[in-house]
């Protein structure tokens, strides 16, 4: 079974400041990993994804995320926070190769303040 | 590419009630998912299609909920009898599976009180 665990319910971050978002998962073969973004009162919006080439990925709205096997973590950065960005983030994971569904963690949710 | 389209999106319905919910997925995208999500959680996985075949469904759907796909077009989700306990956020989403990956695209949720 695979899984993740999402660190943090809640993140609260300056305006400008350094946003990490920490996601660790759980698979028996190896995963895609993804990274989604959701707004209140709508669906979710997809921010990144892993899928087994290069371990540094970039994303939209300045995001990006680093797979690290040897830690199985796959955490969400930014340098510089916005405050559009406030918003709830989720981290999913997906059997590599069958990518037959999508299991998420709980979520994180980003307080930007000035 | 117009997106995923759900409706209705909000829905408020009586204890015992049946409620059914839309689906129009993305264009040519020959998968279909269901997710539900409540307050404070991560959508949790319901059922998916490929194409018309039911391929898949999570222990969480009961035999009340049923989810069809005619023609691998739009799908539809029923819940009968409905219970407080069905309140939540039903999202829909679509996928291309191909040998390259297959990245999935949510639509903006029907949102069901059970009152």
């Known amino acids: 079974a695979q899984s993740v665990t999402q660190l943090g319910s809640h993140v609260s971050v300056s305006e400008g400041a350094l946003v990490l978002l920490r996601c660790n998962y759980s698979?028996?073969?190896?995963?895609?990993l993804f990274w989604y973004v959701q707004y209140p009162n709508q669906g979710l919006q997809l921010l990144l994804k892993y899928t087994s080439a290069a371990t540094l990925v970039k994303g939209i709205n300045g995001f990006e995320a680093e797979f690290k096997k040897s830690e199985t973590s796959f955490h969400l950065t930014k340098p510089s926070a916005h405050m559009r960005d406030a918003a709830e983030y989720f981290c999913a994971v997906s059997e590599l190769g069958t990518a037959s569904k999508l299991t998420f963690g709980t979520g994180t949710r980003l307080q930007v303040t000035l | 590419d117009t997106g995923v389209s759900q409706n209705p999106r909000h829905k408020i319905t009586k204890r015992g009630q049946n409620v059914t919910f839309r689906c129009d997925p993305i264009?040519?995208?020959?998968?279909l998912y269901w997710y539900r999500q409540t307050l404070g959680q991560g959508p949790e996985f319901l059922t998916y299609?490929?194409?018309?075949?039911?391929?898949?469904k999570s222990r969480l759907l009961s035999d009340r909920f049923s989810a069809e796909r005619p023609k691998g077009s739009f799908s539809t989700l029923e819940i009968q009898r409905t219970e407080q306990g069905d309140s939540a956020m039903y999202l829909c989403a679509s996928s291309l599976a191909n040998f390259s990956g297959n990245t999935i695209y949510f639509g903006e949720g029907s949102w069901l009180t059970v009152v």
């Open positions: 264009s040519e995208h020959n998968r």
């Open positions: 299609f490929q194409n018309e075949a039911q391929l898949e």
């Open positions: 698979s028996s073969v190896p995963p895609y």
